[in-house]
C-alpha cells in the first residue's frame, strides 16, 4: 500500500469516539505545564495547537478553537497508534487478510458481503450536520498531517 495514502474523512466516523479517550482537551490556561512534560507545536490553516505530553506520555491538546482541538487530536493519535489506525480502516474495507493472513479471511468476507459500500458510507457521512462533518475533517487532516 501506497504509504502516502490520505485518511478520508469518512473512515474517521468510526475511529473518532475509539480514539479520543487517550487525550485531554484543555484550554492552555486550565493546564499546568510542568518542565519535565515534552512540548510540539503544529499549524493547522494558521492556528498554533500545541501538544504537550505528560509524564506517562499522556497528549493533552491546546487549541483556540474546536477545530484546532481535533485536528490535534488526530494528529496525537497517529502518533501513537497509526498500526491500529490502519487496521481499522483495512477492517472496514473487509482488506484486513491483506496484512493478517488467512485468519481475517472469514472476517472479510463478511464485511464485503454484509457491510455497507463505500456509497452508503458515504451518503450517511452528507447526512451528519455541518458542524459534525467539520470535526470529522479536522480529525482526519490531524491524522493526513
Not at 469518512?10 to 512540548?39: H, N, Y
Not at 488526530?74 to 485468519?103: P, S, T
Request: proline content about 3%.
Amino acid at each position: 500500500m501506497n504509504a502516502a495514502k490520505k485518511w478520508p474523512a469518512v473512515w474517521i466516523i468510526g475511529l473518532i469516539t475509539a480514539m479520543l479517550a487517550p487525550f485531554c482537551l484543555a484550554q492552555q490556561e486550565e493546564i499546568k505545564i510542568r518542565s519535565s512534560f515534552k512540548k510540539e507545536q503544529v499549524k493547522m490553516e494558521g492556528e498554533v495547537i500545541t501538544i504537550v505530553r505528560d509524564d506517562f506520555g499522556v497528549p493533552h491538546i491546546l487549541a483556540s478553537t474546536e477545530r484546532g482541538a481535533y485536528f490535534g487530536g488526530g494528529y496525537a493519535v497517529a502518533q501513537d497508534r497509526l498500526f491500529q489506525l490502519e487496521r481499522f480502516r483495512r477492517n472496514a474495507l473487509g482488506r484486513l487478510a491483506e496484512i493478517e493472513g488467512l485468519l481475517a479471511y472469514s472476517s472479510d468476507q463478511n464485511v464485503r458481503t454484509l457491510g455497507y459500500t463505500g456509497a452508503q458510507i458515504q451518503a450517511q457521512l452528507d447526512g451528519l450536520p455541518p458542524e459534525i462533518k467539520q470535526v470529522f475533517q479536522a480529525y482526519s487532516d490531524g491524522i493526513n498531517a
